[in-house]
């Protein structure tokens, strides 16, 4: 390849690190201080081997396999089994991610806006803004591993080797240089950022759920998955690093394919045809919720389907669980500590929790483009034009309370499909619509979280991400944390029943929609004193 | 000898053709002005220009060297300013100045550097993100032109500017031009280009339809004219260089070709002026008229 391609790729990695550094160094430290902390808490928690083996049983069935990927043989339960089969799959979700949206930021959206346009512009070859993008995600990505080895081991009981440490964080890396590659694909692909994040979100929710098909019904499956090698290698017991080279190899791959597709099109355009537009504005376009809505719509349908589908993959496996449970013997149950209940309602039940989560991004995200307009400088159309500031911050709002809920009827809808064909005893749509919409006061207090703040704090609109990621991770790994019950207690989803095992405690939910109102009427205030930015 | 030399060039996108046969030269030490309403092809233009879109057909060369595949040694003596600039959030103005002069492979040199920033009102302290539109203009402009370059292409530099800016680059762009450099400035204003360039082309829906001086083309340069006077004015309308001779009582309006200009004010200082304004006229009206004429023309060889 030309030499003359990647001239002043060193300069162009500076520049990235410099627009990008607070990113990074938020992400990895959350990373890594999780993980240690998970891994500070789990000796504590399991010192006996009959600790580990209470662990391993709730684990090493079908239902935890599906959801976490773990994929250890019983008898070879260690404590780093245990802490690899809890944090592995999601800490590598949780790289690819970062990864994904560095990439999408360094690639397709400075080329979109014309960021790259000016750096073409001078003696710098054709293919170095990309060369420096792909570059800063090794750097990132080895930090994390070199990081993370060493916090592992520094901090980490006697299983915590060098090597085991080694290849769990190298997993890590590994997996989010893979979905690097594969987002700057997707920016080749599309000439949106828009569409980049469309394809590479999209192709890690089909890694995801391949993987579970594949981990439930046919292994093959999930070797067409990153995220499916990527448990495959038995880390902290066998220390398999095939996985690893795997991954390598697919990064290689992925890479040079980038490459080719990059210098074979124009500037500003994608691969991908783009669809012409509509010429005239319909009436509903015109109004206040046509607009937004027009503007949001992608979104919403694209998480929609997204939730949907998942839910319907975790669907089609109910029916292995229902056999897997039925087989188990008194003994075992006991020792799952779940004696008596029905463990595919009680799965259902963790299930939708986690779900829940995922359901309440579109609904911030909606509250956020606001802030994104007014950050273009767009927000003036509206406010040139006779609409208040109540009728557009009513207008998000209402889309994202009605964002929420369709989520929620998504993933009922998506468990429902696929259940009612594999399962013995089918859950009717009813109940599985009354489990998911039990959420709706506690998403709507984290609604009202993110309005306050595009309301009447928008600089600290990360918070509400960070309060969405705070009330994930005491979710899933909360009670190992040992964390005061008070902290727990921030997170909202602590304070929503597990229905239908729980009845609904209706003052509990009366109040979170309460605080909820408050919070939005603070943000609603807060949003009609402030200076509109742009 | 030409600098920028484009030869019989076209570009699709898709089944659009944005350029058809687009032919351009640029000499030595001269401003080219190139003029077009929105979306005629300037920046498209420019863009192959720059080997950032390939052409479909027509060679496109700068110091003789082919635009796509010599761009990195093209760029080495060339600057460039977008119409709007989107930089880099997190980095201050002065960061990405010294970043974008560091990419050529020179030494910044500080003292133009310091002068510029001076000359621009410039701070170079602030975020991007803080930046006002006009403010980032400056960023790219400051950029462009404290680097050592023997060609600028400029593509509608000065949107975003105050008419004070507007002024002080346009003073700028002629010292470079004593300085012997070589300037391709597009724009979509006429009395800019007619400011500042010794040569011009006007390019409409992709194809180059006049190009040429200014002198050659100043039938392309008429005033329009807004009069309110105490008597009806008479001899106007069938003087030569009046055009489109319009009156409604004591107020009338016109065109007037350049050359015309005094004699046409002599005839209408008899008639106790009440109201007098002038107004350089639209591009688009220019557009126009061209076609018209061209119509005219055609319908004559019938
Ligand atoms: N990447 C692209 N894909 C499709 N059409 C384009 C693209 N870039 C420009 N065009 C079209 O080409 C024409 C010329 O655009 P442009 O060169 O930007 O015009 P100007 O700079 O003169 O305003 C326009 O009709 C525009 O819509
Ligand atoms: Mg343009």
Known sequence: MNKNHFKGTGRLITLLFRQHRLKIILWLSGIIGVSLAVALAYPELYQTQDDIMGFAMTMNNPAMGALVGSNYALEDFNIGAVFASEMLLFTAIA?????????????????????????????????????????????????????????LTTFGVAIFTWESSLLYSSILGITGLVFAGVTAISAQLSSTTYGTNLLSFGALLFSYAIRVIGDVQNETLSLFSPLGWATRSAVFVQDDWLPVFVLAGCFLVLISIVFYLHLKRDMFAGLLPNRPGKERASSFLKTTPGFIWHLEKGKIIAWFLLIFLLSAAFGAILGELETYFADMDIIELFLADSAGDNMTEQFITLLVAIMSIFSIIPSVSILHSLKGEEMAGRAEHFYTRAVSRNKILGTYFGLSILSAISMQVAISLGLYVTSSQVLENPIDLMTLLETTLVFLPAMLLVIGVALLFVGALPKFTLVSWLYVVFVFIVLYVGNLLDLPTWVNDLSVFQHVPAYPHETIPWNTMGMLTGVSMFLTALGFIGYSKRDIDG | MSIIEIKDLTKKFGQFTALEKVNLKVKKGEIHGFIGPNGAGKSTTIRVLLGMLKADAGEVSIFGKDAWNDSVAIHEQVAYVPGDANLWPNLTGGQVIDLLLEMRKQKPNEEKRQHLMKLFEFDPTKKCREYSKGNLQKVLIIAAFAADADVYILDEPTSGLDPLMERKFQTHLLELKEQGKTILLSSHILSEVERLCDTVSIIRKGEVIETGTLDELRHLTRMNFETETMQPIQELENMPGVHQFEQDGNKSTFQVDKEFTNQVIQVISQYEVIHLSSTSPKLEDLFLRYYEENEERADDHE
């Open chain 1, 95 to 151: 790289v690819a991610i970062l990864n994904i949206l560095l990439v999408k930021a360094s690639t397709r959206e400075d080329e979109e806006v014309g960021r790259v346009e000016i750096i073409q512009s001078l003696p710098v070859g054709k293919l170095s803004y990309l060369t420096a993008s792909i570059l800063m995600m090794l750097v990132v990505n080895i930090g994390l591993v070199l990081l993370l080895t060493l916090g």
